[in-house]
């Protein structure tokens, strides 16, 4: 089997994660790279294709905001940070696609939405309307009233829900690293990435490591957790790095990526 182009797919779900995001030393939007990231959509979005974003970030931004101190939030500290963070962070959003002349319309999402059938077709029929109207939609957890029993957990499993609930024909994983390897890459230097998995087997998860970032709550493991939602739904998946500029352009130019 071999990687499809981006140009083959209609809908498509790209997932930013807050490490590729906020700059964690500064705690700070990396504002030239979310740019060149909103070049990248915008290119998709004038050649007809619908983009959906599902963008961690707002815990993290909040956080920096308040100027919390670096150790574990309690659970109420997380949602006062995310409801700080979140119209930051919505507000980012927005500027960059202005900039090219595309509404953004922010979705807050529980684990409800997506399990319970009424709150799954209302949250569908609103994303559907958006992508009519020619708006990017930028999806994130509701952290704000999400608890620990309640909760995604990552935004690696919530991408892959939604794009099985909006029927997307593609999900990309920007990642810390450009794929799936053989090993953790940073700890065996023999590592090889794989760029085609046919399948997600034992043999596939036993490779995925832990998350590689203080700001991530995932890692290589969720991803191949997002890989078994969206593919068992009939939606291709591509792991690839967000730590490049245009990082969409990359893999449209063959860039390297895992493809499941």
Same mark, same amino acid.
């Given at each position: 089997?071999?990687?499809? /182009? ?21 705690? *700070? ?90 709150? $799954? ?10 992508? *009519? ?14 608890? !620990?029993?309640?909760? $995604?957990?990552? !935004?690696?499993?919530? %991408?892959?829900?939604? %794009? ?16 799936? $390897? ?20 034992? =043999? ?9 970032? *203080? ?9 191949? *957790? ?13 792991? /690839? ?11 449209? =130019? ?7």
């Amino acid at each position: 089997m071999s990687l499809p /182009a981006l140009k083959d797919f209609r809908r498509i779900v790209v997932k930013v994660g807050s490490s590729l995001l906020i700059n964690s030393a500064a705690g *700070e939007v990396k504002e030239a790279w979310l740019a060149a990231l909103a070049e990248d959509i915008a290119a998709l979005h004038r050649d007809g294709r619908e983009v959906l974003v599902v963008s961690s970030g707002s815990i993290a931004l909040g956080r920096s905001r308040l100027k919390l101190p670096r150790r574990p939030l309690k659970l109420e500290e997380s949602q006062a940070a995310a409801a700080v963070g979140q119209i930051a962070l919505a507000r980012i959003w927005a500027k960059v696609l202005a900039e090219h002349d595309i509404d953004a319309g922010q979705i807050l999402v529980t684990l409800q939405d997506t399990e319970e059938r009424r709150r $799954y077709l209302n949250a569908r029929s609103t994303i559907a309307k958006l992508l *009519e109207w020619r708006v990017v939609p930028v999806i994130n957890e509701n952290d704000t009233v999400a608890t !620990n029993e309640i909760r $995604y957990g990552d !935004n690696d499993r919530l %991408a892959a829900r939604v %794009a099985t609930m909006t029927s997307a024909d593609l999900l990309v994983l920007l990642s810390d690293i450009d794929g799936l $390897y053989t090993a953790p890459p940073a700890a065996n230097p023999d590592a090889r990435l794989i760029p085609v998995v046919e399948a997600v087997t034992a =043999d596939i998860e036993a490779m995925a490591g832990a998350a590689e970032s *203080e700001l991530s709550r995932g890692g290589m493991r969720t991803k191949i *957790e997002a890989a078994k939602i969206a593919t068992s739904a009939g939606t291709h998946m591509l792991i /690839a790095s967000g730590k490049i500029a245009h990082p969409l352009r990359a893999i449209a =130019d063959g860039g390297r990526c895992t493809g499941l």
